[in-house]
Structure formats: structure tokens, C-alpha cells
């Protein structure tokens, strides 16, 4: 293991976050708490509990998890399309490094900026509504393995995109309607049936069922099938990573 | 001993189908200083960029210190440096830090007493704390230089090095090409240039259209490359050469005003002086003479055409 690369690289990306520290950390802070004033306060004040759950403490778990992927996605996937779109990334490639090295660095770097943007949104969360934690174990599991399964899912994305539009498909197109319509602002036994069998096909409804079990002990689908989904979405970003680097897919001529 | 970079039959083949090495075989040995020499487009930047990982190859092998450099990357990339053509560099980044990020990139430990004397030694300590963005072109490729010394490697590439840069820096760069040559580091750089390879390198190698067409010592070549002509203009028009000067093999042209000799530069006896007395003698009145030196293009020309 090239551990001095590792550090190099996940220390390079630490300091790009830095940078943008502010502008990365306030603007979740300020959507989320829009997301409480309207739906928490003004909407839900009208609105029953879900499962015996007040309306603003429902909807903050999917509140957390629509931060967490549009910030693992966006950051995996920036870190490593932008040397591709300078061409520094010749240092990378001929560098003594492995794909497992580069990930970790990469990866490793959009995660942790993904989990501290996630946990701030969840201590703003606590300023709006009560939040309880009856699982914690759990959660920071479902937390870590999002950040990280995602963060590779943008990194994946960062070498596949040939122009910045390519980049932000999923960031700005795919991942809002998958997390509007995964459950993250109601409970699908509101949905009518037909709705409630196109939402299992849904991966982010499972995450966010798993994780707002963690929470609240109430969930869409079995947290144990929740857990599996993200494990089974982490296995298959890391074969499709492996392939990548195998066959230099995208990264060499 | 043993070549430290020993490249066999290497081919590429672009995705668009372009073929631009065809069966590259090339010995470097260690400490040389190698200069390849070819037009844009011969494919030096390619060759470079597989024997460094940046390109993978369509066929062929290369081993660098008897390692190969696909199944031993490791190896093979600790020991290799690598000054790009392009001046890539990221924006945001302090000099000092980017040039520490290389060096713990090729898996060393921090050493900020090296990377200082580095930045000292390229004229870029002053500059250590300045964003990259703000340097100018000269100043880039210096960076780009310092960030594939900070690892220390056993051999160089410097693609074009000296492509659209100042003469200082230029200067500088030799020194620096002789301190490595000095600590036993093998240099293989590509240029354009002639003068450039004349004035450093101990073999010059010819490449173009992704062939190696020759390589030899470089005192060998610039004896080969060292014909020049020269050019007569006449006061007057000739309807054909004076038999006395059959001995000079010249060629008439330009409506019988101009005639022209091919000779030997680096030779003993160029033969011009009395050439020149030769045609006074002929009584022809000589308005004005030129000499050149064969082009690089000319020599390929002549290159290509032998190897035919
Ligand atoms: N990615 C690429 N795809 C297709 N052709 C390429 C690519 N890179 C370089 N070439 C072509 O390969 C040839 C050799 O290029 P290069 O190795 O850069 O030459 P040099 O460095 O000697 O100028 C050129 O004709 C160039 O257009
Ligand atoms: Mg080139």
C-alpha cells in the first residue's frame, strides 16, 4: 500500500473542501431549515403524525439523506473530473498508486465532506424539531455507507462525463425525483397500491426507510432489506470502479 | 550493463484508429542523455506517455531498470520522472504544496529540506507560497520540473522542455540537465530543435511517423546532419557550366543566374574559397552568395528516403 499517496490525495481534496467550506456547508444549512420553516412548522403544524411521529421529525431523516447524496455524488464526482478536464491527471496515472489507492483517497475525501455537511444538517434538524435516536449504532452505519457508496457512485460519474453538463445529470436530474419520490417527505402507505409497487423499484426508498428506522423505529420496508440494498449498491460501484481501472476506461488513451 | 530503459516493438494504436508508433525499439543506458529529436506528430509524446503509464500500449514492451513497466508499475514509476509537454498544473494550488503533493503521490515521506532546495535551485523559493494560477509560463514549466524532482527519480522525460521558453530559463535548464547528469540520473528528452539536442545530448535519436529512424552518437550524427549549401547568384545569365568547375558537381537554376554547392561543414576542406577563385577565374562576376544549413525536414526528407 502507497499510504503517502493516499494521504496526499484524500489531504489535496481535504483543502479544496476548505476552501469552499463555506459556501459548501452554508447553503445546505440554509435549504434544510427553509425545508423545516415550510414543511415543519407552517405545513406540518397542520398535519398529522406519521406513525405516531410529529410531521417535522418525520421528514428530517430524508432531509439528511437528500444533503448526504447530492453532496457525496457532487464531490466524488467533481474531485476527480476536474483533473481529467485539466489533464493533471497524468500525475495521478503515472504515479506508483493502484486503483484501490486512488479510491480511498477520492472517495474517502467526498465522504467525509459528505458526513460533516450531513451532521450539521442534523444539528439544525435538532433546532427545528425533536429528534430522537433510538438506533445510533445503526444510523452512523446507514450514514457511513451511503456516504461512501455514493461518493464512489460520483466518482464513477467523474469518469464518465465528458462535459460538465454530463456532470450534473445526476446531481440535478436523476437523484431529486429518486429522493422526492423515496419516501423522504411522507410514508408510501399514503401512496395509492400502484404507486406504493413503483416506489420498491426505487433504490433511495430503502435507504431512507432503513434510515429513519434508525430514528424513529418506523420504516417503508424491513431495515435489514435496507441495509442489504446499500451493501448491494456499495458491491456494485466497487466491481464498476474495478472494471474502470482495469480496462483505463475514459482515464487513458 | 544492462539498458535502463529498454522498449521493444512498442506500438499505439489511437481509438481513432490512427497508428502513431509502429514498432518502437529503443535501448537508453544508464546516465546517458538521450535526445529525440522528430517533427510534431512523430510520436514522442506518445512513447513517452506509455513508458510512464499515461497511455497504454497496443502492442510490445518496455522494462525500465529490467522491470516491466505494465505488471511492475510500482517499481517502474518510483524510479521514472515525468516533465509533460503541457503545462498542467492546478490552479489553486500553492507552488510549495503542489510540489510536496508529487512527492507524497510516488509514496515518500515529507522531506521539506529537499523540496526547498529544489524550489532554490529551479529559482522558485521565492515564488513557494504563490498560487499557481498567477505564474507565467516560464515559471509553470520550472514548477512542472520541481514537481518531478521532488521524488528523486533515477530517469527523466522532458517533453520539449524548452518549447516557448525564456532564454534564462533555457540556460538554467542545461545546468540543471548537467547537476542530474552529475548525480548518475538517465535524461531522455524530445524536442524539435537540433540545436537543442546538439547542445546537451550524448545520442540523438531521429523518430517520425512513429518510427525510430536512426540512433547514434550524437558527434556521429551532427557529422551526417553537418552539410550545408551554398548559393551563387551570377551578375549574369550562364547557358551551361564552365567544364572547369565539373569538380564541384554544382547545379544551375534560376534562368542560368544561380548555382548552387553542396558541402561538408564540419569537413576539413569545405572546398569554397576555391570555388571562388574557380569562378573568377571562369570570369563569372558573382553578385551575391548565401549559405544554408540542410533543414531538419531535410533531413528526414533525406532519412526517410534511405530508409526506403
Ligand atoms: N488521443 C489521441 N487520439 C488520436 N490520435 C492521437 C491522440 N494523441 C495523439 N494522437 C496523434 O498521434 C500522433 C503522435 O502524437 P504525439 O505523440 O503527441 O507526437 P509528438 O509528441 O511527437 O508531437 C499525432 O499525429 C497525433 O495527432
Ligand atoms: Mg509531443
Known sequence: MNFEAIKSIYAFEMARTRRTLLQSIVSPVITTSLYFIVFGA??????????????????????????????????????????????????ILSSPISMIEIVIGY????????????????????????????????MVLFFVLTAVSFSLFGFMIGIWAKDFEQLNLFPMLIIPPLVFLGGSFYSIDMLPPFWQTVSHFNPVLYLVSGFRWSFYEIA?????????????????????????????????? | MAPIVSIRNLTKSYASGFKALKGVDLDIEQGEILALLGPNGAGKTTMISIICGIVTPSDGTVTVAGHDILTDYRK????IGLVPQELTLDAFETVENTVAFSRGLHGCAPNPALIERILKDLSLYDKKD????QLSGGMRRRVLIAKALSYEPKVLFLDEPTAGVDVSLRKDMWQLV???????VTIILTTHYIEEAEEIADRIGVINHGRILLVEDKKALMTKLGRKQMTVELAEPIGVIPDALSPYSLTLSGEGTRLTYEFDSSGERTGISSLLSALSQCGLRVKDISTEQSSLEDIFVELVGEGK
Open chain 1, 107 to 138: 472517495v474517502g475525501a467526498a465522504a467525509t465532506k459528505g458526513l460533516i455537511v450531513g451532521s450539521i444538517i442534523l444539528v439544525t434538524a435538532a433546532f427545528f424539531v425533536d429528534i430522537s435516536i433510538k438506533h445510533p449504532f445503526m
Open chain 2, 76 to 79: 517502474t514509476r518510483s524510479i
Open chain 1, 42 to 91: 407552517a405545513i406540518g403544524s397542520r398535519m398529522q403524525e406519521v406513525n405516531g411521529v410529529s410531521y417535522g421529525a418525520f421528514i428530517a431523516p430524508g432531509l439528511i439523506m437528500l444533503t448526504l447524496l447530492n453532496q457525496c455524488i457532487g464531490n466524488g464526482s467533481f474531485g476527480i473530473y476536474f483533473p481529467k478536464f485539466t489533464g493533471t491527471i497524468y500525475e
Open chain 2, 130 to 133: 504563490t498560487m499557481l494560477r
Open chain 1, 220 to 253: 417503508d420496508v424491513n431495515p435489514v432489506v435496507s441495509l442489504l440494498t446499500v451493501l448491494g449498491f456499495l458491491v456494485v460501484c466497487l466491481s464498476i470502479t474495478a472494471w474502470i481501472f482495469k480496462t483505463g476506461y475514459k482515464l487513458k488513451n
Open chain 2, 178 to 184: 548537467e547537476r542530474l547528469r552529475a548525480n548518475g
